[in-house]
């Protein structure tokens, strides 16, 4: 049985692959360049129904640039965004993006002054 979930995160990662972001499952080391973007964090929510069962997962995107890069940081979060919302499914589902969320954090977390643009997705699969 395929894993609605799964897909949808690989999904995302391959979408944002495709769109030429440097795209990681974890978090890369110190000797990645920047901007890269993470995809990691996700939740999950079944939605039982008479027939079978739905759900929803919320997916969070975070994209790194160093701090005199804020723009690219916010426009690499718009393409996601719009890619995701556009593509519409896996190989095995269809899913729509039924809310999203972004907000730009002022990272000092390494030895240079980074932007953190989270980009927050729910999407309900069908």
Known sequence: MNNPYN???????????????????????????????FVGNQQNTDIPTKGRTLGTTHIQIDVYAEFNHRSEVLDIM???QATVINYQHT????????NTNQQMIADQSTDIPLWHGVLELDIQYL
Request: glycine residues 2%; negative net charge; charged residues 30%.
């Open 7 to 37: 897909e949808i995160f690989q999904t995302v990662i391959e979408l944002s692959k495709k769109q030429g972001y440097e795209t990681f499952d974890y978090l890369p080391d110190e000797s990645q360049s920047y901007p890269f973007v």
């Open 91 to 98: 190989d095995n589902f269809k899913y729509q993006v039924t």
């Open 78 to 80: 718009d393409d996601l």
